[in-house]
């Protein structure tokens, strides 16, 4: 499961605003909708619903939020960088400011574990944080997220 099969220029979003945890979330469920075709109340329900199980929040300024839907056919992601970071009840109690949200179909058990592995991995690259933090254009967001994983192949 690589970065690229989860995730399109359209699904990348550059100085996104939010102010709390709850509206980035809402936010990212509206354009999850529009990318999915799926309904906007049920991404964030379950966006929700994963949140109070634990956050998902897991430091170094960087959110994974994660569910699974019925109706969805494939995996997909989304990624947004805010344009300041925002309180997420984060393990290490720091701002977030870079979000990769995934939504899975129900069936995709091993696959959505697999994804949420390579998309941590990513983000755990420092380097990588670095260069998503300093650029301000979807398009360049989205060669960063995509194309690390082609360098570290080769």
């Not at 359209?10 to 996104?16: L, Q």
């Not at 109690?93 to 091993?110: H, N, T």
């Not at 060669?143 to 994983?149: H, V």
Request: glycine fraction near 6%.
């Amino acid at each position: 499961m690589e970065i690229v099969d989860l995730l399109t220029v359209r699904g990348v979003f550059a100085n996104m605003r939010a102010t709390s945890k709850k509206q980035a979330l809402q936010d990212m469920a509206r354009r999850a909708a529009e990318i999915t075709g799926q309904a906007e109340r049920a991404i964030f329900n379950v966006l929700l619903e994963r949140e109070r199980l634990g956050t998902t929040g897991v430091g170094n300024g960087i959110a994974i939020p994660h569910g699974k839907l019925p109706q969805l056919d494939r995996l997909y992601g989304l990624f947004a960088r805010l344009d300041r970071p925002i309180a997420f009840d984060s393990i290490d109690e720091q701002p977030v400011d870079l979000i990769f949200l995934l939504l899975a179909p129900e069936s995709a058990g091993a696959d959505h574990l697999k994804a949420l592995a390579r998309v941590s991995r990513l983000l755990r690259d420092r380097a990588v944080c670095e260069k998503l933090r300093g650029t301000d254009s979807p398009e360049a967001l989205y060669a960063i997220l995509t194309e690390s994983q082609a360098s570290r192949a080769a």
